[in-house]
């Protein structure tokens, strides 16, 4: 599963901590259609990683570090994306890139509403801060709904990783402005 970990530019954006093994205790939907939210919701793994790479674009020629940062923790996020969808498929629904409001889908969309297009260096690192805050804290609702050891297991372990992105996030941040 540490695949993206060959890509050397990831190994400075995640804790040196292994993933523990993707894996459930037996189908259940209601916890997928939790995972859903994380997955493809509007606070989730794909919104950051599409959010990211928008910010590393635009930033490449005016800040480097940050694009870097930005490219490294975005591999990461797919890393979480991954070991989300295999949750989610093993729980008994298809990780399709939706999430589940009160009650139904909603397809994710690149929309305005899900991610942040500012432009600014400052912007941008405020609202990729914000992105990961707002993940951990969806995180740890969550983890008070499952009672499945192995998927709360797994959503501490990936917070770790939103903890230390949060950091580095702050950092370069402080850096410029």
Known sequence: MDYYKDCEIAEKYS???????????????RYAKLLLNDYAGTVSELTAIT???FHKIVLEKEYPDVSEALLGISIIEM?????????????????QFRSCVRGRSVWWTASERNVDYSVSVKNALLADISAEMRAIAQYERD???IDDEQIVCLLRRIILDEQQHIDIFSELYNRYS
């Open 51 to 53: 959010q990211y790479i």
């Open 15 to 29: 804790v040196k901590l292994s993933y523990p093994k993707v894996t459930v205790e037996k189908p259940n939907e």
């Open 143 to 145: 983890i008070e709904l």
């Open 79 to 95: 890393e979480h994306l991954e070991m989300l969808g295999q949750l989610i498929n093993d729980l008994g629904l298809p990780p």
